[in-house]
T-cell receptor, first 112, second 118 residues
Framework: AQSVTQPDIHITVSEGASLELRCNYS??????LFWYVQSPGQGLQLLLK??????LVQGIKGFEAEFKRSQSSFNLRKPSVHWSDAAEYFC??????????FGTGTRLKVLA | GAVVSQHPSRVICKSGTSVKIECRSL??????MFWYRQFPKKSLMLMATSNEGSKATYEQGVEKDKFLINHASLTLSTLTVTSAHPEDSSFYICSSPGRGPEMNTEAFFGQGTRLTVV
């Protein structure tokens, strides 16, 4: 069965430090992969997506993610975190009909 | 990009009453709408899939008589939580795949509805 795993429930980093959020997936075919961010009480904002092609994907707000088929991973990175990045981050796999399977989320805390 | 407008953003209702949540596609035809639910500190779980003009398909464990979905037009899908109870308090969000020559293969999400049943 398809699944998405985000191993880290909580991550705390200092402002200005680098960030990597992990995501592993289990999917039979070539996956559509997404990272979303959810601020408290808000909906979902798409950070970036991977469908095919270049495995390093650039997104909004300075985020990037790398698709590694051999590791079934799609980790999200940012070189320098800002306090406004504190939020919950969801990795998702899209099935062919645009149904999404979401990971359990990683809550990011940023220390001043 | 495509816009899915979801209303209300927040609603508080009394136990036993019903609440309707609307999702409208503003600039495209949403033949399909997905409804998700997010429990506190949990991920989003797919509840049901609605297709315009036909009955919704519910995921295992979701009570179709409690969560009524109507998708009567290509721009509107509604979720009605009937006889709401405190355990129905949750964050509900809809999404629809984009359609059209400029749309990529991704789903567009509404803003979500925070339901609190007291």
């Amino acid at each position: 069965a398809q699944s998405v795993t985000q191993p880290d429930i909580h991550i705390t980093v200092s402002e200005g430090a680098s960030l990597e959020l992990r995501c592993n997936y289990s999917y039979g075919a070539t996956p559509y992969l997404f990272w979303y961010v959810q601020s408290p009480g808000q909906g979902l904002q798409l950070l970036l997506k991977y469908f095919s092609g270049d495995t390093l994907v650039q997104g909004i707000k300075g985020f990037e993610a790398e698709f590694k088929r051999s590791q079934s991973s799609f980790n999200l990175r940012k070189p320098s975190v800002h306090w406004s990045d504190a939020a919950e981050y969801f990795c998702a796999v899209g099935e062919g009909t645009y149904k999404y399977i979401f990971g359990t989320g990683t809550r990011l805390k940023v220390l001043a | 990009g495509a816009v899915v407008s979801q209303h209300p953003s927040r609603v508080i209702c009394k136990s036993g009453t019903s609440v309707k949540i609307e999702c409208r596609s503003l600039d495209f035809q949403a033949t399909t709408m997905f409804w998700y639910r997010q429990f506190p500190k949990k991920s989003l779980m797919l509840m049901a899939t609605s297709n315009e003009g036909s009955k919704a398909t519910y995921e295992q464990g979701v009570e179709k008589d409690k969560f009524l979905i109507n998708h009567a037009s290509l721009t509107l899908s509604t979720l009605t939580v009937t006889s709401a109870h405190p355990e129905d308090s949750s964050f509900y969000i809809c999404s629809s795949p984009g359609r059209g020559p400029e749309m990529n293969t991704e789903a567009f999400f509404g803003q979500g509805t925070r339901l609190t049943v007291v």
